[in-house]
């Protein structure tokens, strides 16, 4: 269906940054929304951000006023900026992106990209 592609995770100090992209290809009509997930050992997976096709934007608690997610709708990119870096902000973070396929945009489907590692330690 559609292919994404994550970079951006690596090793960071506490109070450091990190900017995590997510970019997509293939038969694409249409772009609903794109969004970030995280999952931590031993935790569920947490929803971390959200971005719509009408720009809105939905944050978790956790991450408010620390994280900002913005898109480029002509590169199908969305990417994830992370300041003031916590341990507890660790895990494997997963970009997730709904969309609907050339020639017949009527149904909506999802993707996952592989995960990319973000570990916050000194």
């Known amino acids: 269906q559609v292919q994404l592609v994550e970079s951006g995770g690596g090793l960071v100090q506490p109070g450091g940054s990190l900017r995590l992209s997510c970019s997509a290809s293939g038969n694409i009509f249409r772009i609903n929304a794109m969004g970030w997930y995280r999952r931590a050992p031993g935790k569920e997976r947490e929803l971390v951000a959200v971005?719509?096709?009408?720009?809105?934007?939905n944050y978790a608690n956790s991450v408010k006023g620390r994280f900002t997610i913005s898109r480029d709708n002509a590169k199908n990119t969305v990417y994830l900026q992370m300041n003031s870096l916590k341990p507890e902000d660790s895990a494997v973070y997963y970009c997730?992106?709904?969309?609907?396929?050339?020639?017949?945009?009527?149904?909506?489907?999802?993707?996952w990209g592989q995960g990319t590692q973000v570990t916050v330690s000194s």
């Open positions: 971005i719509t096709s009408g720009a809105d934007t």
């Open positions: 997730n992106v709904y969309y609907t396929l050339k020639p017949e945009p009527r149904q909506v489907f999802g993707s």
